[in-house]
Nanobody, 115 residues
Framework: QVQLVESGGGLAQPGGSLRLSCTAS????????MGWYRQAPGKQRELVAQ???????SYEDSVKGRFTISGDNAKKTVYLQMNSLKPEDTAVYYC?????????WGQGTQVTVSS
């Protein structure tokens, strides 16, 4: 059974940084996309960043230039480096991995940006 385990969330001050990690346990083949989503209270879940097999990346407009997604298929791990954090980045962050058969979601990790 595949599980995605996230880590690295927590409390950061405005302007600070956090690095999220997400690693898949179990057997998972042919990951062709990995991504990070977030959901703030009272809002819909939104795509923050994704990376496609081959290295192509895309970002939600509000995080461009501040967040960087990277992935290691061999390690079944995806990262999200978050710099210049803002209070509006506060949300539960979820990772997702997509294979040819199905997609997998992590359980979520809380990121709070506050002074």
């Amino acid at each position: 059974q595949v599980q995605l385990v996230e880590s690295g969330g927590g409390l950061a001050q405005p302007g600070g940084s956090l690095r999220l990690s997400c690693t898949a346990s179990g057997i998972i083949f042919n990951i062709y996309a990995m991504g990070w989503y977030r959901q703030a209270p009272g809002k819909q879940r939104e795509l923050v960043a994704q990376i496609i097999s081959g290295g192509s990346t895309s970002y939600e407009d509000s995080v461009k230039g501040r967040f960087t997604i990277s992935g290691d298929n061999a390690k079944k791990t995806v990262y999200l480096q978050m710099n210049s954090l803002k209070p509006e980045d506060t949300a539960v962050y979820y990772c997702k991995m997509v294979t040819s058969l199905r997609e997998y979601w992590g359980q979520g990790t809380q990121v709070t940006v506050s002074s």
